[in-house]
């Protein structure tokens, strides 16, 4: 039997245990904010919420980041999330360490059906989409957390009950030391698709019956391949089954091979048989080491709602989708960015619990038009019946030729931020702003990212205000958190360059009218001749000020 080459195992980080205060105390100790769970989702609302100024307690049963082992698990952060993580001063990190791409191919059989360029219609400062081991994202996140020092890091502690109060929850924790009580006012689960805190409180998940297969092997070759993402929608080196293949950081591949459902996951992980998948896809001479294998399983699931009570669900312990489009880990990083800014409001006295309630409303939509993008991915990918069979036959047919069936081709359907409906705090509905470069009217250069990092404030851009204006709405604002910007003209307001790239994208251009984005980078709503009085009510309706008693 051949003997493989393995990569030598990546050496994650550890960081200490330290005994909390609590322990030995009588009398619970109550907490604003509690979050459970250090992935992405759980590190990217902490992070958010220290670069507010806000203080938080996060809890996480081991002591790394990661799995043990060097598993890449997710590994594709499309732009929406890079922007927040250019908000939160990691994404110099990540794009120093990541493959930065935007190029993709699809294939059926032999024949490449499709190309596309996702750079083509982006205006933001970060790339359609950058790959990186989840690991070394939640690594960044986790030194940025400590950096900034608001945090409460609590390492080796295990939630072991939860229960609901009247205006708070009551968490049990186990630590090496041993166990203590604590509460909080609001409890983040970000603990992942089988969260103890979910089945504890008895939340349906409504997860889905058949499970989808893959088998991952991150591999290191002795030849690059070409640095873009291919997709075989039924490739013959696989039995028709679908597969992907990205470069990551460190010059390891990941190639995802799809599964029958019924697959002996031991057998199809070991060295030989994905050594056998790996000759057959690339020739019997290809050289390569690997970095590590695994078998990878998941069943959808989606919560009727994001909102229990005191308790927030956000990343996998709402929701679990197919990987198909990059809507998981990416979907959970942006339910932190959602829920973050509101958190903060609240904390600091800016906005009431009607705020809190529209991460529910926002975020709940959101993913289940993720799961039905996905899911229908998912059925092209491994039809289950002859006729959907003979349907991908056709539709594959008519991509090579159409541009319309190519939209069909879910696999091109990446990552894009959510919009989200109307609802009482948006009568409009929101649509994502992306990190347009902008300029000051002496020219000095800025980002929206970076005009929404410091503090946390909605945005209100006026084109062309008069002075008596400008004068009349930072009064009617002034307890409100608003930083108001005019574009072009002289109001004595800060100002910004006119752009019609920018005008554009934000839906506004004309003397007179306004864009409000809000801290997520989400625009709120655009009036088409703005008054300080209209301005100052569109705030109130978006952070709930009009809905609270």
Request: with cysteine.
């Amino acid at each position: 039997m051949e003997n493989f080459a393995f990569a030598p195992a990546y050496e994650l980080p550890v960081w200490p245990f330290t005994p909390p205060p609590e322990l030995g105390s009588t009398k619970p100790v109550r907490h604003p904010i509690v979050i459970v769970g250090a992935g992405p989702s759980g590190l990217t609302l902490a992070c958010d919420l220290a670069q507010r100024g806000v203080r938080a307690v996060l809890l996480d049963e081991d002591d790394t980041v990661g799995v043990r082992g060097a598993s890449s698990r997710g590994i594709c952060y499309a732009q929406k999330s890079l922007e927040i993580f250019e908000r939160l001063g990691i994404y110099e990190r990540i794009a120093a360490k990541g493959i930065t791409w935007s190029f993709g191919r699809t294939f059926s059989g032999e024949q490449e059906v499709y190309n596309f360029n996702l750079q083509a219609n982006s205006v933001s400062r970060q790339p359609p989409f950058i790959n990186l081991q989840q690991f070394y994202v939640e690594w960044f996140l986790v030194e940025r957390i400590l950096e900034l020092g608001l945090t409460d890091l609590r390492w080796k502690s295990r939630v072991t009950r939860v229960e609901q109060l009247a205006d708070g929850v009551r968490l049990d924790i186990e630590t090496p030391a041993g166990s203590y009580t604590i509460e909080a006012d609001r409890l983040i689960d970000a603990t992942g698709a089988n969260s103890p805190i979910r089945t504890q409180l008895g939340i349906e998940a409504h997860a889905s019956r058949s499970t989808d297969r893959w088998c991952i092997s991150d591999v290191r070759f002795k030849k690059p391949l070409p640095t873009e993402r291919w997709t075989w929608v039924d490739a013959p080196f696989n039995e028709g089954r679908g597969v992907w293949q990205h470069l990551m950081a460190d010059g390891v591949w990941r190639i995802d091979y799809q599964m029958p459902e019924d697959c002996d996951t031991a057998y199809i992980s070991q060295p030989e048989v994905a050594g056998a998948r790996l000759r057959e896809q690339l020739g019997p001479d290809v050289e390569f080491e690997f970095v590590w294998i695994g078998p990878y399983g998941y069943r959808d699931h989606l919560l009727d709602s994001f909102r229990h009570g005191r308790v927030f669900l956000i990343g996998d312990a709402a929701h679990v989708v197919s990987p198909f489009g990059a809507r998981g880990g990416n979907s959970g990083i942006q339910d932190a960015a959602n829920l973050g800014w509101k958190l903060a409001l609240v904390a600091q006295g800016k906005a009431g619990d009607t705020l809190l309630d529209s991460y529910d409303a926002e975020r709940q939509p959101a993913a289940q038009q993720n799961l039905q993008v996905t899911s229908r991915s998912a059925r092209f990918l491994a039809p289950r019946s002859p006729a959907e069979h003979t349907l991908r036959r056709a539709v594959v047919a008519l991509a090579a030729r159409h541009p319309f069936a190519r939209a069909l081709v879910n696999t091109g359907r990446m990552s894009v931020a959510n919009d989200y409906p109307a609802a009482p705090l948006l009568p409009e509905g929101a649509r994502s702003v992306q990190n347009l470069p902008l300029r000051w009217a002496d020219g000095r250069e800025t980002t929206l990212m970076q005009l929404l990092s410091e503090g946390t404030h909605c945005i209100g851009l006026w084109f062309v205000p008069t002075r008596e204006q400008a004068k009349a709405a930072l009064d009617a604002t002034t307890s409100l958190p608003l930083r108001l910007l005019a574009v072009g003209g002289d109001s004595g307001l800060p100002t910004l360059q006119a752009d019609d790239r920018f005008a554009s994208h934000l839906g506004i251009g004309d003397a007179g009218s306004f864009a409000l984005v809000r801290p997520d980078a989400y625009r709120a709503a655009v009036l088409a001749n703005a008054t300080p009085e209209t301005i100052a009510s569109t705030l109130r309706t978006a952070l709930g000020h009009d809905s609270n008693p």
